[in-house]
């Protein structure tokens, strides 16, 4: 028979795992643009040529996927909300939360990116579809003034 003091030592140390393994939700700081996300993910249907010349570069990185949706809405200085495209032309663009990190610009050279919201997400929906963990970089179709646009993705 186990003695108590083991016994209440096991409770503990049961119990001390399962509190760490609750879901740490609420995670209400982004609310908004994780919820669009979610909502676009739900709606939209998968279009496979979106994208091309997909290349998952490492499948064992973890990039969790609340910050790929938080820096994916965050290109050219956020596309979430009343912003349905990459404003402004840039000739390139970051975004990093936490463990995601996107870096876009144009295939052709002189061209500026201006990649709509729902191209942006096509494209991204259909390289993970092809690369469903870790890093990755692809080149979405249309997106730029002139041309199509290359993007990777890194756990930074
Ligand atoms: C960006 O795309 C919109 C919609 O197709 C177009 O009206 C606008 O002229 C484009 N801007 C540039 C800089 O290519």
Not at 141 to 146: D, F, K, L, Q, T
């Amino acid at each position: 028979m186990l003695p108590t003091s083991l016994l209440r030592a096991f409770l503990l140390a049961a119990t001390a795992t399962l509190g760490t393994a609750r879901p740490s939700w609420p995670h209400f700081t982004v609310g908004q643009e994780h919820v669009e996300v979610l909502s676009m993910r739900a709606a939209m249907p998968l279009n496979p040529a979106a994208v091309y010349d997909v290349t998952c570069v490492d499948a064992s990185l973890r990039i969790v996927f609340h910050d790929e949706n938080v820096a994916q809405l965050s290109i050219c200085g956020g596309i979430s909300g009343s912003n349905t495209r990459c404003a402004g032309g840039p000739q390139s663009t970051e975004a990093q939360s936490a463990s995601a990190k996107f870096t876009l610009a144009p295939v052709t050279p002189g061209a500026v990116l201006n990649i709509s919201k729902v191209r942006w997400e096509q494209c991204v929906r259909a390289a993970r579809a092809i690369c469903p963990t870790g890093s990755m970089a692809g080149t979405c179709r249309g997106g730029a003034s002139n041309g199509d646009v290359k993007f990777s993705l890194e756990k930074p």
